[in-house]
């Protein structure tokens, strides 16, 4: 029976001491790093407690140079995909020619679905280098944070 209570004690102990570690890094994470978070709208960066635009991200992550490159990355892949999808439509219905279509071909019809494809695809892209930039200057926040001005591995 003693040891019964002792093995629970020692558990009890290292329960405790466990959980107590992760504090300070939720702490620098929560204060010091951009995370996603669900938002009435849609998603929405946050830092610090308050919630920022992209155009505020975008600052923020050009604090560092590898996430600063995918956040520009992000800025052309947004606006190709937003031009193919703008313009791919506009271009298909001027290959139609005067006179609305008579005799049309099966090249205004590729030239509208290719586009609305790769636009969409683009902005997927797009999205995914901002995640891979936030990611990034998350990573470097940490690195900076952790160990004052010296990065290791560099």
């Given amino acids: 029976m003693k040891n019964k209570i002792k093995l629970l004690l020692v558990i009890a102990i290292f329960v405790g001491l466990l959980s ?4 300070e890094f939720d702490s ?3 204060n010091e790093t951009i995370y996603l978070q669900q938002g009435f709208l849609g998603p929405k960066y946050m830092m610090g407690g308050n919630s ?23 800025k052309f892949m ?10 791919g439509p506009i271009l298909s219905v001027g290959m139609t020619g005067p ?19 790769l636009g969409t695809f683009a902005q997927i892209e797009s999205i ?5 930039a936030v990611w990034a200057y998350n990573g470097s ?3 900076q944070k952790e160990f004052g001005k010296r990065v290791p591995n560099k």
């Fill in 52 to 74: 920022y635009s992209l155009v505020t991200i975008g600052g923020e992550l050009n604090r560092y140079p590898d996430s600063g490159e995918l956040y520009s990355k992000y």
């Fill in 28 to 30: 620098k994470y929560y």
């Fill in 20 to 23: 107590a570690q992760g504090d």
């Fill in 128 to 132: 995914n280098k901002l995640n891979e």
């Fill in 99 to 117: 006179g609305g279509g008579e005799g049309l071909d099966d090249t205004y019809m590729s030239a509208f679905i290719g586009s609305l494809l």
């Fill in 141 to 143: 926040q940490l690195k």
């Fill in 78 to 87: 947004r606006l190709v995909g937003m031009g193919l999808i703008v313009a």
